[in-house]
DNA sequence: TCACGTCAAGCAGAT
DNA sequence: ATCTGCTTGACGTGA
């Protein structure tokens, strides 16, 4: 079991989602925040391995407009020894990965050109890991999609797509439940029909499920994931008090998560924590679940 | 140097 | 018709 936060480190002094606006492209303004990127990223997960924290998600903006047609540069092999680097740290640490393509990647989109965008963005995704030379445990978890006033041929549309997707995306690709559209009992369907890990969303469900326990919940998500795929990875957050449903809180609230881990005590997954003070909750956690047998601790690591 | 409108991209429900 | 939330900031123009 390991703790982990998504994309960006307040602690470091660096920015490592970098990105500008497509008016100013350039191949040279490119690569020049690439490497900023890159060099970012090794930074943070330097500062995760020391502190203990195995599970970090890359940004998506690693490499700005990678999917875009604007960009023609191969900065796949200019910077091939850099995503070496980086991903030998990964491996020598065992630290685990993820990436969360955005909202605008919609593979069971009614419009074709849509799906064509998120195969290409998707490609991407899989390209950055790949290039690190990282193993299938390194996932890209992406919600279903739209429903178009049809969910069972919405659900169907994501199945047949994912099928015609190349290994390269299928064999990274897990799919979570969201808050409104898509519950865990439908991923779970769709998972039946392709075998499609399920990462499961606790605030999600929390806020919009179909009526599974929650009991049940944890040991239905776990068995969709292959021995190949890893630990099964698991979304966890909380409510900011006083916002509308979904928005998501500050810091972490300890009695909460301590409550979870209780409850759960049964099952071991990697657990990423979106929450908007990101490394600063994971740390505080850490201290408390250092005893807990389940959680990996390296000792005493000088990187 | 700073404030703030806007940024490649989608969807659906709330206002 | 427009805004909000989604992993969220950060870019860059205008003063």
Redesign the pocket.
């Known amino acids: 079991m390991k703790i982990g936060y998504?994309?960006?480190n307040?602690t470091v002094d660096c920015?490592?989602?970098?990105?500008?606006?497509?008016?100013?492209?350039s191949k040279d303004?490119l690569v020049q925040?690439i490497e900023?990127n890159l060099s970012c990223l090794l930074k943070i997960l330097k500062f995760n391995i020391v502190n203990n924290i195995l599970f970090f998600?890359i940004?998506?903006?690693l490499?700005?407009?990678?999917?875009?047609?604007?960009?023609t540069y191969n900065w796949q092999e200019h910077f091939l020894s850099k995503f070496v680097e980086i991903g030998s740290i990964i491996k020598n640490y065992n630290v685990r990965i993820s990436?969360?393509?955005?909202?605008?990647?919609?593979l069971?989109?009614?419009?074709p050109?849509?799906v064509d965008?998120?195969i290409?963005?998707l490609k991407?995704h899989a390209q950055v890991l790949d290039l690190m030379n990282l193993d299938s445990t390194a996932k890209i978890?992406l919600?279903v999609?739209?429903?178009?006033?049809n969910k069972q041929k919405?659900l169907e549309r994501f199945c047949e797509n994912y099928n015609s997707l190349d290994r390269s995306i299928k064999s990274r690709l897990v799919i979570?439940n969201?808050?409104?559209?898509y519950c865990l009992k439908d991923c779970l369907k769709i998972h039946e029909k392709t075998g499609i890990p399920v990462l499961f969303?606790v605030f999600?469900n929390k806020i919009f499920n179909c009526g599974e326990s929650i009991k049940d919940s944890y040991s239905l998500f776990s068995k969709t994931w292959d021995k190949s795929d890893g630990l099964p990875m698991l979304?966890y957050?909380s409510q900011?008090p006083g916002?509308?449903a979904?928005?998501?809180a500050e810091a972490i609230d300890k009695k909460d998560f301590l409550r979870f881990l209780e409850t759960t005590k049964s099952f071991d997954f990697d657990i990423m924590f979106?929450?908007?003070?990101?490394e600063k909750s994971v740390l505080r956690i850490m201290e408390i679940v250092k005893s807990d047998p389940r959680f990996i601790i390296l000792n005493e690591v000088r990187i």
């Open positions: 998504p994309c960006i307040r920015s490592g989602n970098k990105t500008f606006r497509l008016k100013s492209y303004r925040t900023n998600r940004t998506s903006d490499i700005p407009f990678a999917s875009h047609p604007i960009c990436m969360h393509p955005d909202q605008f990647i919609v069971n989109s009614i419009k050109e849509i965008r998120s290409a963005e991407y978890q919600h999609g739209g429903i178009y006033n919405s979570e969201d808050h409104r559209l969303d999600h979304d957050s900011k916002k509308t979904g928005v998501h979106e929450i908007k003070d990101k």
